[in-house]
């Protein structure tokens, strides 16, 4: 099946400008900024001469500076005229070519994390931070107050002495619950919990030493580094060795959607998609189901025993009916001051606790999984591929995904890890 396509050729010279950038970089970016069906490569000639009698080569360094160019774009037929037209005010000085291009096969590898794409491009700049002496409460107030759960920790000299997560703060600073759970309480639930951590300072709890990332190293290589260490964030720094930002997992998924092609329109136009991954294929197969039927006391004894955040609701052939978190549970628990640290953090098994608080496990035994369930939950097929698992993350603002089979059957669970594990196992 042939392909109705136009080969546009620019003959134009290295010296030739468009909006104080050089012509040739005006001009890839702006069939980039298509987002169509469409390549364009740049040619640097050794040696040309022009109509107005000027000439270029190499072999004398005055005349070397005006060197001809070749840009050459192959874009589809019916898209030709409208790009020219925007071309032609930008041309300058040059001669401009329109041939037909009869194409038999067109096939484009995809890539979810450009190459091109450096950290500095994709990091969030000017992240706040702690120093040494900065007492552990406020640190954990700060990273309440923020959509990040890790600040980098300054020594004097400006340089990053460690990094303080969620993790540190639950493990060396004794704080009961995530950040998520503990900005759900009331302020006095809050501040009661955080008690114990009130005398430490960041330089007691913080990891170090840190793994950081330059800021023009490449995107690629900050997720192969970020899966391989198991990290979810990472101070940037510039060569000087200062703080210049953060990369988080968010950042490298927002830089995905924005820098995507429409993938879909491509297909549209008979572009085979190679190395189109699929969520089936890099889902985690996690069963944590429970029943409809399931008491609250079951569920909440699975999610701690199993140090698991949440669990799928499932019916007896295994369709998926709803999701249950523990944010759904702590309203159920809240009022009991004993079961806030120890059942969240393991201090008691659930039997333990029950002893203490025969009122309360009667009260949870008596509700189910059914009537507690978040029941409009996204999901998506597994045969989706990752990208659009990566883009309906990203605008819905979501850490994971449930995934369904045609049939509504529970499969698993995609996380933001898991695309980032695919990408690199794509990528060598």
Not at 29 to 48: E, F, P, Q
Not at 139 to 154: E, H, Q, R, T, W
Request: proline share 5%; glycine share 6%; net charge neutral.
């Amino acid at each position: 099946m042939s392909m109705d396509y136009k080969m546009i050729t620019i003959f134009t010279s290295e010296d030739r400008t468009w909006n104080g950038k050089p012509l040739y970089e005006a001009v890839l970016n702006y069939i980039k900024g298509l987002r169509t069906a469409a390549r364009c490569t740049v040619w640097r000639g050794l040696a040309g001469c022009y109509e107005n009698g000027e000439i270029a080569t190499q072999k004398l360094l005055e005349l070397s500076y005006n060197m001809p160019l070749k840009i050459e774009i192959i874009i589809p037929g019916s898209e030709a005229e409208a790009v020219l037209t925007s071309l032609d005010p930008m041309i300058t000085d040059g001669i401009v070519a329109v041939n037909d291009l009869n194409i038999r096969s067109f096939k484009s590898s995809k890539r979810l994390v450009p190459g091109y794409l450096k950290v500095k491009e994709v990091m969030t700049s000017s992240p706040k931070t702690a120093s040494l002496d900065t007492p552990v409460r406020e640190i954990a107030d700060l990273l309440l107050a923020s959509a990040f759960k890790g600040i980098p920790v300054m020594d004097p000299n400006h340089h990053v002495a460690g990094i303080i997560t969620q993790q540190d703060l639950i493990q060396k600073g004794n704080m009961p619950m995530r950040l998520g759970l503990l900005a759900r309480l009331e302020p006095g639930q809050r501040k009661e919990l955080l008690k114990p951590n009130s005398s430490q300072k960041a330089r007691e709890i913080m990891t170090h030493p840190v793994i950081t990332i330059k800021e023009e190293q490449h995107l690629s290589e900050a997720v192969r580094l970020m899966v391989q260490r198991k990290l979810k964030r990472i101070p940037v720094i510039n060569e000087q060795g200062t703080l210049v930002g953060m990369l988080s997992r968010v950042d490298i998924f927002h830089s995905m959607t924005q820098s995507a092609p429409g993938w879909a329109h491509l297909e549209e136009r008979n572009i085979v998609i190679t190395n189109n991954t699929s969520v089936k294929e890099i889902m985690t197969r996690e069963m944590n189901t429970v029943k409809p039927e399931t008491p609250i006391s079951e569920v909440i004894e699975k999610i701690c025993s199993d140090d698991i955040q949440r669990a799928a609701v499932v019916d007896n052939q295994g369709r998926f009916l709803g999701l249950i978190s523990d944010f759904d549970l702590l309203p159920f628990i809240s009022n009991y001051p004993l079961t806030i640290w120890d059942l969240f953090v393991s201090k008691l098994t659930f039997s333990e606790a029950g002893r203490k608080n025969k009122e309360l496990v009667d009260h949870l035994k008596a509700k189910t999984a059914a009537e507690i369930m978040q029941k409009n939950i996204i999901t998506i097929l597994e045969d989706a591929t990752a990208d659009e698992a990566v883009q309906l993350m990203t605008e819905k603002e979501l850490k994971r995904l449930p995934v369904i089979d045609n049939n509504g059957n529970f499969k698993g669970m995609i996380s933001r890890d898991s695309v980032l594990r695919a990408l690199i196992k794509d990528e060598g």
